[in-house]
């Protein structure tokens, strides 16, 4: 049995917790060993009780709006004290500003891994254990002390005796324990407070600790999270801006981790990113594709790309590091984001809302109606004179806003991606000030709808063209001027892809409509066509268009030139 095998094979536990997120299971355990959880009870109610009364203190003095900036340091210093499991409750609740006041929620966003190193013999000792020989046997050369410690663990620089240089990330001792005797605390609370909060959470409030832990377990599980870096090498595999490390799995475990040393420049680095001679404009750009494309292509994105996760290598590429926390969206919602995208700047607040209710921002049976100039407000206010001053703060500080108004909730998913989209942006506006977000994400999204390449996609873009019935001929220049900024925009071969679904099967609505559309109104649409042409022509010469023409009917079956048959027809 390989190593690799070996540890996805392992169902042992540890202290009698196991491996996956088991709330009854932890339950049982606890239930039958109280002397394990009173002290650790006490000193959580202890805390918090400070907190709260404090809080009404400066309620009863009137001191709430002089003390906001103390209360809101001190709550995240006291989630610090209380270790691991509270620090990522708080991480998780600075994704919500639906639930969390604005300055509550500006210092969560802080909360960094801020706990000091464990002892380093400890660590040596976990790998040892958990390797199943010596440190030496291991590694050539290992640093004596950790290069960073975070919440969960910490990472040693070491070299391999093949004489690969690789990171070494090793867990926090105790850590499940740890986190299950929290879990099960709050699991507890929630039971039995839970029903008196004022909060609207759209869900039971167990249902939310227990998919919490789940997470936390998962993100603890290095074999997991192995994985997850192998499967999203294996989605960028073509993309030579984006590098992803190794896993070395013959030197990892549930709490070990050897990967590829990474050789870069944090990209909070901006200074050395320069100095190396890398363009972080460039660097820019990669990020904010790759995170679009982990969203609307892959659906596997990374949910926590903080500074320090992301780096810039010397010849140019970025390199993404930790993959402990990792999402999957639908087939559907990627879709729908993207279409949500095209309505945003399209400025339809009618079909945005429509979105938000499919993507479960708002629940169905609510009246979009109320809520259409709300959010033609937000957008106004957010992008100001221009599409171009967009970014993601503005609009997600305005929408806080707006979540006390109206009944919108952040479905747990898109917390997490709006939080990665907001880190991104930030990111990219320390690399350049100047940074506008939508001048790389739009012609990207125009650019996938554009080309189509799924029958979904195609569907959106129809969608999109055809509001009410009618041709939006403004929305296509639109998409094709915009789409065309796009260095790796090339028209040909979408003209191309354009051809071959008019004149498929699939093609028979399209064809129909447009042929509407060019005759709309009693009159032939010929000033429309004649201005896409002009925004076009440059890049196509009417030959290379014949001869693309010609290739793809070529390429089509006969069943696709008798699709263009009835067109023909309809067209005399
Ligand atoms: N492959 C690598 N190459 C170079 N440095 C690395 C690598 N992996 C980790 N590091 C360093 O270790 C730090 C912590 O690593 P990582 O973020 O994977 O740990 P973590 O315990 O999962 O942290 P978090 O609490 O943020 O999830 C990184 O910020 C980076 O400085």
Redesign the pocket.
Known sequence: MSRHQELLSDPSSENGIIRRYDAEAIAKYYRIRPWLYIWRTLTVVWVFGTFFFSLLWDKWTNRTEKNKQKRASQLRQLLTHLGPTFIKVGQALSTRPDLIRKDFLDELIKLQ?QLPPFDNQIAFAIIESELNCSVDEAYREISPHP??A????Q?YRAVLHTGEEV?V?VQRPNLRPMLALDLFLMRCAAQRFGRWLPLNLGHDLTLIVDEFGAKLFEEIDYVNEGHNAEKFATNFRNDPEVKV?AIYWQYSSHKVLT????NGY?LTDTEKIRSAGIDPNEIVKIGVTSGLRQLLEHGFFHA?P?P??LFATPDGRMAY??F??MDQLEEEAKETIASAVVQLINQDYEALAEDFVKLGFLTPDTDIKPIIPALEKVWGNAIGQSVGNFNFKTITDEFSELMYDYPFRVPAKFALIIRSLITQEGLALSLDPNFKIVEVAYPYVARRLLRGESPQLRRRLLEVLFKDGKFQWQRLENMIAIARSDKKFDLLPTAQLGLQYLISDEGRYLRRQLLLALTEDDRLHTEEVQRLWVLIKDEINPQQLWQAALNTFRELSVSGVAALVPTVNTLR
């Open positions: 891994d290069v960073a975070a919440s969960l663990g990472v990171a990330k490390p990967l590829e040393w990474i944090k926590d903080h320090g996760n590091i930790d402990g926390m």
